[in-house]
DNA sequence: CAAGAATTGTGCGTGTGCGCAAATTTGCGT
DNA sequence: ACGCAAATTTGCGCACACGCACAATTCTTG
């Protein structure tokens, strides 16, 4: 009832872009990146190469995907679930916290290719950019845009630019984290000879994130005060 | 003794860079923006097809910039020059609606070629990417981080992300504003039939902007308190 | 003023992104 | 069960982005 169009259609669609994700990492990472070609990850799943451009734009964003996951949409839900009395900030600071810090599946010598790599960083902080979307619908649902079931990109709502504007700065803000995050690690790689996997993700993110709390807060408020009205 | 690093070489690297936008502008104009070859364009400009690719890496983001022109350079000025007594959110705000309303040279027919092809729009939109480092800069200024003359990607300052994440969350605010102002003078120009040049930007860029005062506001109060201590 | 260092323009080759149109698969109505 | 419409895959071809090595020009230092 969410998501799915067809039934078998997007199913073997989500199959074949998964086997072309795991794919292209299990080849990135036997091989090095460079001597992965695209032909290559596409007769590995199976599929034509001019189809494996139809899911992917890069070889980059293939071997990231296969890291990242659907991030997008399990921030979109864990800002959905968390209960209405904490505060908007709060709420979306948390989730963000949760859905980067749980490792999920992501190999350390993955993470480790990744951080290495110019062309692999770059995809990878390329990928908060894709939380855009979900989180401005999430944003818009807390702050009870009321105004029926666009999926946010139709003009009906109240005030249509809020939650995307929120949105769009809290992905901003996430990427200027991870820029950070990606810069320090890797130079202390080259420093220490040995991986460090993190001066502590979390705090980092609640520490780039807080600067924006006043406006998720200010925003919740007058949303609060305007449906009182 | 702000960019000049060593005058005749910069000079004539802003030279070509001036010959390649203005080239690629007048022959994306003269025929179709699909009738252009970057070999024209490099042609058009004296230069080699590859020198070209040293200074711009699509054919799209040639002819942009010979409309945006210098616009984070003098978004990042505009910020620096308001005085002091005007709060941080006015300035900010105040300084990129200055820059965006102000036509400057761009033609209308210019202005029309972009707003129609959605290559174009695409690149146009991604412009906004490039005042963010200027911008963080003059916002680290103006929050008074007296630690040194860092330009910005340095450690050295009291609390290195703020002013990261507010350029961010405006180049982020702007770019949004610019996705609706583009989807909407699309649609009116479909509809219509003749080119409507905006329905007032600069309120649709102060309205998208507003959301993030609040975090500009108190970032500005918690640098003040922080200096008085 | 001369030699060295650094930066920029250039040619070449390779891999890749993507538009287009034909072929195949899937969904749906009857 | 069958056929029509929509969506997806695939092959083809072209233009292009970019790494690499090298020549030319400009800045620096003794």
Redesign the interface.
């Known amino acids: 009832m969410t998501t799915r169009r067809t039934g078998l259609r997007e199913q073997k669609k989500q199959a074949t872009r998964q086997a072309l994700r795991a794919a292209a990492l299990r080849l990135a990472l036997e091989r090095g990146p460079d001597n992965v070609r695209v032909d290559d990850i596409a007769e590995a799943a199976g599929v034509s190469p001019r189809t494996y451009n139809n899911y992917f734009s890069s070889r980059e964003q293939a071997i990231v995907a296969a890291v990242t996951g659907e991030r997008e949409a399990r921030v979109a839900a864990a800002v959905a679930d968390r209960p209405g009395g904490v505060g908007l900030a709060d709420a979306v600071i948390e989730a963000i916290v949760d859905q980067y810090t749980a490792p999920g599946e992501p190999g350390q010598d993955a993470l480790l290719l990744i951080t290495t790599r110019p062309a692999l960083r770059d995809a990878f902080i390329d990928t908060t950019a894709a939380i855009e979307h979900p989180l401005t619908d999430a944003i818009a649902e807390r702050l009870g845009d009321g105004a029926g079931a666009g999926d946010g990109d139709g003009d009906g709502e109240r005030d249509?630019?809020?939650a995307?504007?929120?949105a769009?700065?809290v992905?901003?803000?996430v990427?200027?984290?991870l820029e950070?995050w990606l810069r320090t690690t890797a130079a202390s790689v080259t420093a220490g000879g040995l991986v460090v996997p993190s001066g502590s993700l979390p705090d980092l993110l609640r520490?780039?994130?807080?600067?924006?709390?006043?406006?998720l807060?200010?925003?919740e408020q007058r949303a609060l005060r305007r449906r009182r009205r």
């Open positions: 249509p630019h809020t995307r504007v929120l769009a700065s992905a901003a803000a990427r200027v984290a950070h520490a780039t994130l807080a600067p924006l709390a006043p406006a807060d200010a925003a």
